[in-house]
């Protein structure tokens, strides 16, 4: 809700809250599970993790990305994304 209001996770910048989901919300993509925020409710958070990969800082991220486990976890997040789906709507 807060990335809607402010374009960020915490406050209007930048912040410790956001750093800290960062990594997160990075690894939900890696597993393909960005349709998560891609529309409706929580669609500011795909804003949002844009505007962070854009910050300087973000080398220290994505430095350390190893693209060999990137690509594990492609299939692996696709191959989850029904289940993940039916978890999100039981809880909705």
Not at 44 to 64: N, P, Q
Not at 82 to 91: H, Y
Request: proline share 2%; hydrophobic share 40%.
């Amino acid at each position: 809700r807060q990335a809607g209001k402010t374009g960020w996770a915490a406050g209007g910048g930048l912040s410790l809250a956001g750093v800290a989901v960062l990594s997160y919300v990075i690894r939900l993509e890696h597993l393909m599970q960005c349709w998560l925020w891609e529309r409706g409710p929580r669609a500011a958070v795909g804003d949002w993790l844009t505007r962070s990969k854009a910050r300087k800082g973000y080398a220290g991220i994505a430095d350390y990305i190893d693209s060999k486990y990137i690509d594990l976890m492609t299939p692996t997040g696709n191959d989850a994304r029904s289940k993940v789906e039916s978890i999100v709507k039981a809880a909705s």
